[in-house]
């Protein structure tokens, strides 16, 4: 399995209240990607890195931000959460980040509550 | 907007039965690929195919990819309970970023 932990793995907050989720890998993949996932929806892509310092929005972005300032931490903000935003999100990483040979392979979610 | 439709959405079936699935898009992928997610995991890459007409075998499943690149099949022959799962297939359009569509969620009953 590829090294890829995310923290916490479950957390409950209030609405309007600041969050971060984190994403941590040991393999030294260049693309590191954040997902939500809800019925219906599949995944749905939040932000994505594609270096250290490098990111770029996805097709949900707004009300989240991210960090990367090392290779292995990708940081995902909730800056002020809503109960939209209740979800399970993922981390996925990818050492070629595009063509046929982007297999993504994921953490394992973090389920986010907002009341 | 949701640029991979998936079908059906859910399938309840016997052991030892048989099912297809499917993914279709108005758009063309440069390469296509199927995951399967159990529950409180993340997916895991099942196969990837990106020539058109293409089919690859993975024991009991048959996966195809459109021979306009627009669209793709899996195909699960005498189904076991194992199987159950979401399955989600995924397009590439040569960036960086995969498309999800909104998965299968398969029930196979002993």
């Known amino acids: 399995d590829a090294g890829i932990t995310q923290s916490p793995r479950h957390k409950v907050t209030e609405t309007g209240t600041p969050v971060t989720l984190r994403c941590h890998q040991t393999?030294?993949?260049?693309?590191m990607y954040w997902y939500r996932q809800d019925p219906g929806h599949g995944l749905r892509l939040i932000h994505y890195?594609?270096?250290?310092?490098?990111?770029d929005k996805g097709e949900v972005s707004d009300g989240y931000s991210v960090s990367r300032s090392k290779t292995e931490d990708f940081l995902l903000t909730l800056e002020s959460a809503t109960s939209s935003q209740t979800s399970v999100y993922f981390c996925?990483?990818?050492?070629?980040?595009?063509?046929?040979?982007?297999?993504?392979?994921f953490g394992p979610g973090t389920r986010l509550t907002v009341l | 907007t949701q640029l991979l439709e998936q079908s059906p959405q859910f399938l309840s079936i016997q052991e030892g039965e048989n099912l297809t699935v499917y993914c279709n898009s108005s758009?063309?992928?440069?390469?296509l690929q199927w995951y399967r997610q159990e529950p409180g995991e993340g997916p895991v890459l099942l196969v990837t195919?990106?020539?058109?007409?293409e089919v690859k075998k993975l024991k009991r499943l048959t996966f195809q990819f459109g021979d306009a690149r627009k669209d793709s099949s899996l195909h699960i022959t005498a189904a076991q309970p194992g199987d159950t799962g979401l399955y989600l297939c995924a397009g590439n359009n040569a960036g960086n970023m995969l498309t999800f569509g909104g998965g299968t969620r398969l029930m196979v009953k002993p």
């Open positions: 996925a990483i990818s050492e070629s980040g595009g063509g046929a040979n982007n297999e993504q392979f």
């Open positions: 393999e030294n993949h260049r693309y």
């Open positions: 195919v990106v020539t058109g007409g």
């Open positions: 890195s594609y270096g250290v310092k490098d990111t």
């Open positions: 758009s063309v992928f440069s390469s």
